[in-house]
């Protein structure tokens, strides 16, 4: 069975760091393009960041360029992302999602306040 499972998400001050973690099962991460998409309270699932199979390749909202980054680990089948500087408008929902089989994981919070 195909499975996602984000975790690492938590409360931090502005300015601080997190890593969430996108665990996949029943499927080869290496195979496929994987998404870390993000929901605000009242407001739309946003694209936040992209890692294609293969070479790698990455790609990020404008607003994460240089704070977040897109990363995996093929032998842990993990996915995860790296963000640094974090800001209140990175608060949200933190989502994972396979591209080649559009599954998603449950999702992991982040608060970022003071």
């Known amino acids: 069975q195909e499975r996602i499972v984000e975790s690492g998400g938590g409360l931090v001050q502005p300015g601080g760091s997190l890593r969430l973690s996108c665990a996949v099962s029943?499927?080869?991460?290496?195979?496929?393009?994987m998404e870390w998409y993000r929901q605000a309270p009242g407001r739309e699932r946003e694209w936040v960041a992209l890692i294609t199979n293969g070479a790698g390749l990455t790609n990020y909202v404008d607003s994460v360029k240089g704070r977040f980054t897109i990363s995996r680990d093929n032998a842990k089948n993990t996915l995860y992302l790296q963000m640094n500087n974090l800001k209140p408008e990175d608060t949200g929902m933190y989502y994972c999602?396979?591209?080649?089989?559009?599954?998603w994981g449950q999702g992991t919070q982040v608060t970022v306040s003071s």
């Open positions: 029943g499927f080869t991460l290496s195979l496929s393009a």
């Open positions: 999602h396979g591209r080649r089989n559009d599954l």
